[in-house]
């Protein structure tokens, strides 16, 4: 039976990922700060990651087939990994956002992102550092892992919907618009690559028992924009046009994924128009 240890997983995706693992027949573990239990039948360890003598004590001899690192922002994190973790591979949930210095006008493949030097010296330790870098934190945290000896995959998720969504981001929209106020929004809000939270959890938990390494994009079909999703919760949505402090979702750049490694490795995605009313209808009952 393979080992799988989980770190995070204890809510939004992160938890349908480790209870799909656990409903294949795999031996899960989860390791956090044990805030939230782990779901049943699954083996649950506390420790903070951050903490490399608490982590070693937790973890104790054990070693796992595969690491799936939920909650990895930084190359600081990457490396305590590296040092306390035995696995024969590791799979770090990564980000659209590893793209925001990119500027294309075609979709984004895994290529455009070469290995970014890790720099242990930066504040990654201060909140509104690692939120104002959280893209660069996830690039050098990609490269320490890939550097390494442990076979290494990078998933690079899409903008998240659907489902328990703990950030707000499209209740911002469902509880503005239904109220009939104006979002704000660029002059020109450019499209980008969205992903439903319960195709994500499958994804991840397909990639953990897959065997290729490397980054891939992982995202639906068919881009969407700010003002495709504020129609698809108002059929008459009020816009206000901004150029700083932008809504949620609203991109001044063209952002979209090319998913064709994933489609290439075996995986099919579901087109976003599927699954977007669902998302608007969870978001509105939240």
Known sequence: MKKVLVLGGSRYFGREV???????GLDVTVLNRGSTPAPSGVAHLIADRDDEAALKAAL????????????????????IARRVLRAGRYVMTSTIEVYDQVRAET??????????????????????FLEAHYGEGKRQAETVFAVGDTPFASVRVAHVL??????????????????????????EPRPSTFVHAREIAAFLAWAVIADFTG???????GELSVVDIARAISGEPRFRTVE??????SFDRYAVLDTSRAAGLGFSFS????WLSEAVEAARKA
Not at 18 to 24: A, G, N, Q, S
Not at 215 to 221: C, E, F, L, Q
């Open 244 to 249: 700083r402090d932008a809504s949620p979702f």
């Open 162 to 187: 659907g489902g328990d969504d703990f950030t707000g981001r499209l209740r911002h929209y469902v509880e503005r618009l239904d109220a009939g106020d104006a979002v704000a929004i660029h002059a």
């Open 18 to 24: 480790v209870e799909r693992l656990r409903d294949r």
């Open 271 to 274: 087109t976003s128009t599927d």
């Open 60 to 79: 104790g001899s054990r070693s796992f087939d595969v690491v799936l690192d939920q909650v990895c922002y930084t190359p600081v994190q990457a490396a």
């Open 107 to 128: 979709p984004m493949t895994e290529a455009l992102i070469s290995r970014s030097t890790p720099d242990f010296g930066l504040p990654w330790h201060d909140e509104d």
């Open 215 to 221: 980054p891939v994009n992982a995202g639906s079909r």
